[in-house]
């Protein structure tokens, strides 16, 4: 056996060796080596220093790298507090000077009462009458809330409201206040009246919305490219301008095809750009949405503040949020605007995406509210989502899975039911934390309270990118240390009941998804005695 093969066979990887003593002839073959020489050769290999101190130099630089990451998220959690405290904060300023406007205005109507005007004489007549009705619904040591939504605003700034808006309807929404036989009233969750602290229960009446005064504008959005639908549509428009005497709002889109199915449809109102959209609910007293669920979807992202109460008919599929049939919409529509009707108070969710890379607080997206769920996948990778996951800022679990959901009570019959999730009633303040197809058999769905703030993080150890896409669209891609931060949207999508809201939850959940419909057990056989 030459020296060559013998180090390449008995020493792996030191068949490279430099051997100095190795003489060669002029034809290019080694001749072979003498007893020193051999000596020579073992002795410079058993020489040489192993490569440990290599491998020592690899694990300490991988865990000071370990150290870095761990700071890097540290900071990330840090801002992300942050962040969210100051926008606590806000909102906590907002409300102080929202009641300091309001005692403010009421000791100016004091102040104009004891002077004898005969204005503040009048908005003391119409509390005082206020008082009363109030302490003959909820007695003296109850608490009567008759001022919940109008138009999504106070008593006080609706009146402002209805000053500077012209043409615009009121209407006001109340927790079965219908005097001593209901025996339900809504009371605050903490009294503090008269030196001692007590709990009431919550309302557990249907909310129901009467106008204060008569409706004029009605907005009409539809499904696209339906014939149905577009002959519907076409119809309903002629019957609220001339029977009605109603004006009418539509989509550009949907005002272009009218127009060029005839020019009698001049009448019909649209917009032009976006800002208007944003200025539609102080115009708008009404939505009628003739589509699926995905057109009230539609309708809800139109509206970023305060929204319209919402008529929804249904010409889709399924139908959770659609209880009105178009067969008899004259009946229906005429019923809505004549009042009262009952009302389903749909909790949005308002998300934002922090970037790792955000220097401030200016570099944040803009908010995105979302009426069904959000959902934080894998996308096209093939690795398992790796997510850490918070509420108001108490660690609560590490998700490694397909992704998760946030989901609202409205869309717990949606994308959060198929992955395991619960049915809740609508009218529940909740946020659904759902995990889809978790890598753990003891991760189960969890219901939170409507107050809390959930963020959602990618760890910065995380194999790959993660993606959160907001009822189904506008899909965005969370990097390492992204994080998304989800609470309680302040303005809800009051939708429009046929019945009440639990009678047109169980009905949908009856004949959308047939829930628990089985064959009755035969009476044939025995029985007990």
Known sequence: MSPRELTSNHF???????????????????????????????????????VKAIDDHLVEFSEALRTVAKALRRVAEGKAAAQVEAAEWK????????????????????????????????NQTVKNKSNEQSERCCGKEGICSHEVLRNGETDSESRVAQNTVTGKASFRLSWGCNGEKSGQHKHDIV???????????????QISLKWESPP???????????????????????????????????????????????????????WQDDDEIHLLH????????????????????MFKGPVPPVVPFSLGSLGFMTPFQSDHYRDYLSAVL??????????????????????????????ILVLNEVTIDRGISSYLTFLECYCDNSFVTCVQGDGLILSTTSGSTAYSLAAGGSMVHPQVPGILFT?????????????????????????????????????????????AGDALICSMAQWPVPTACQVDSTGDFLRSIHEGLHWNLRKTQSFDGPRDS
């Open 435 to 479: 995990p889809i197809c978790p890598h753990s058999l003891s991760f189960r769905p969890l219901i939170l309270p409507e107050y809390v703030t959930l963020r959602v993080q990618v760890p910065y150890n995380s194999r790959g990118h993660a993606w959160a896409s907001f009822d189904g669209k506008d899909r965005k891609q969370l990097a």
């Open 191 to 205: 009294s503090f009246e008269r030196g001692n602290i007590t709990t009431a229960e919550r309302s557990s009446k």
């Open 338 to 367: 004549r009042g009262p009707i009952g009302i389903t108070l749909r909790h949005r969710l308002q998300c934002h995406v922090i970037r790792d890379a955000a220097k401030d607080e200016l570099e944040i997206e803009e908010p």
């Open 216 to 270: 004029q504008t009605v907005l009409i959005l539809t499904k696209p490219n339906s014939v149905s639908v577009h002959i519907l549509c076409a119809d309903m428009v002629r019957w609220l301008k001339h029977h009605m005497k109603i004006h009418v709002y539509v989509e550009p889109r949907v005002r272009a095809e009218l127009l060029r199915e005839s020019s009698d449809f001049n009448f019909i109102q649209t």
């Open 12 to 50: 792996p990887g030191k068949g490279n060796l430099n051997l100095n003593s190795l003489q060669m002839e002029g034809n290019g073959f080694m001749d072979a080596l003498s007893p020193l020489d051999s000596e020579i050769v073992m002795q410079e290999i058993f020489q040489q220093r192993p």
């Open 91 to 122: 909102r906590k300023y907002e409300l102080e000077r929202a009641h300091n406007l309001q005692r403010k205005q009421k000791e100016l109507l004091a102040e104009g009462s004891q002077d004898g005007s005969l204005e503040p004489f009048s």
């Open 282 to 301: 102080t115009k708008v007293d009404l939505v009628v949405t003739l589509g699926g669920d995905g057109t009230v979807l539609w309708a809800a992202s």
